[in-house]
């Protein structure tokens, strides 16, 4: 590619990380496209754990930014690797803001080597289920980037490489939009909107994320009865409220906390939910960290416990800059400050937007317990049932590897 004369104005580069959960059937003869494989050659099971625990630690710490007192999901993997794409290319304090809320190391092979074993096990196929993540890199035609950047997104993250004309803003979008929606099987639309790109722009990164599976144990939709949750201790509303009983599910719980595992067909992944025993959701997330969620899955155990949960249905959409400036991340939104140098060689590109979206949906079909996990069941109190009908924090994660894949937090499970 031939390098453009540079402007004196900064230019951008737009980073959007796009994730969808939907528990759904796989449909009989539906095609299986082979996933492609990352560079995992230099990976270490020590280097992939470091990279799961800053993977987990950065979850906890991105949901307190955006918790408010509604339904929260996000995918933390989707843009934990989003980010990462584009700190590979930063240097300067640009990268060491960056470094401190990713805490992964820059220039590493066996951290590079990680993310793509972590990349090839999500995307390996199982029987019962689903999971795909993409990532994609669209580049203004006939603008140079470094060589050994391209590498990089190209070996270890596969990201499909593609050239825009950006000040075509329409038809760029649209060919953006039409990649995120075919690799979230058409759950998340419009993710970019011309008005975000201009001439100016050189570079959008894209990941994208989709899930689909059975739980391990299905609901039986002839026990779902309309039942009220208690969003405060004044305020209910009456929800589809699912039902299990006389079966065995990996449980735990403390002082103030009930720790439910219900895992997913193939027992490659599982969701972890966080009841607090009083309808007061702070004290669960008081208690969010990846010390107490390690602790909570080695304390789980499997006995026989009756089970309510609320079938829910919704949608999230985040701009993410004042979040990310929040946590520390605050040079790479400043024209003229940012440093992406190791990008293109230059100090011309900042981030001017982050972009999430994410749907969710829970129902009798889908959801499950599976993963053995050690769960303390004292004497002094033996729980009747587990039934989540007040706000609570729910997680999917990958059993192999720990790491978590989406986050989500319930206050009224009929708001969509």
């Known amino acids: 590619m031939k390098k453009i004369g540079l402007m004196a104005i900064p230019v951008s580069l737009i980073l959007v990380a796009a994730a969808v959960f939907v528990v759904l059937q796989k449909q009989p003869g539906e095609e299986v496209i082979p996933a492609k494989i990352a560079d995992e050659s230099n990976y270490t099971a020590e280097k992939l754990d470091s990279l799961v625990d800053s993977l987990n630690a950065f979850t906890f710490d991105f949901y307190r930014k955006v918790s408010e007192n509604k339904n929260v999901f996000f995918s933390p993997y989707s843009i934990f690797v989003a980010l990462s794409m584009a700190y590979e290319g930063a240097h300067g304090n640009t990268a060491d803001e960056m470094h401190n809320i990713l805490n992964i190391l820059q220039n590493d092979s066996a951290t590079r080597g990680s993310f793509g074993r972590l990349y090839n096990r999500l995307n ?14 669209w580049a203004q035609q006939n603008y140079e980037f470094l060589k050994e950047y391209i590498d990089i997104l190209e070996s270890y993250y596969i990201a499909e490489a593609n050239e825009l004309d950006f000040a075509d803003n329409i038809n760029a979008a649209n060919t953006i939009n039409t990649w995120i929606e075919e690799n979230t099987n058409h759950k998340i639309k419009n993710m970019t909107s011309p008005g975000a790109l201009s001439e100016l722009t050189r570079l959008v990164l894209t990941n994208a994320i989709y899930f689909k599976g059975l739980w391990a144990i299905p609901f039986d939709q002839d026990n779902t009865n309309k039942e009220d949750f208690k969003i405060t201790s004044d305020e209910t509303v009456e929800v589809d409220m699912m039902s299990i009983s006389k079966i065995k599910f990996n449980y735990t719980e403390t002082n103030d906390l009930q720790i439910l595992k219900l895992l997913y067909k193939g027992n490659d992944l599982s969701m972890i939910i966080i009841l607090p025993k009083e309808n007061n959701i702070s004290i669960a997330e008081e208690a969010l960290n990846p010390i107490n969620l390690s602790n909570w899955n080695d304390m789980l155990v499997s006995q026989k416990i009756p089970v309510k949960l609320p079938k829910f249905k919704f949608e999230t959409e985040y701009t993410l800059n004042d979040v990310l400036d929040e946590m520390g991340m605050k040079d790479a939104f400043v024209p003229g400050v940012a440093d992406f140098s190791g990008m293109d060689g230059t100090k011309d590109l900042y981030i001017s937007q982050v972009l999430h979206k994410a749907f969710v949906e829970v129902n009798e079909e889908g959801t499950e317990a599976a ?35 989406f986050m989500g937090k319930i206050m009224n499970p009929a708001a969509e």
């Open 124 to 137: 390996q196929k199982q029987e019962g289920y689903t999971i795909s993540t993409a990532n994609a890199f």
């Open 371 to 405: 993963a053995a996990t050690e769960i303390i069941v004292t004497t002094e109190y033996i729980p009747l049932e587990f039934t989540a009908d007040h706000p609570f924090i729910f997680l999917i994660q990958h059993e192999e590897t720990g790491a978590i894949i």
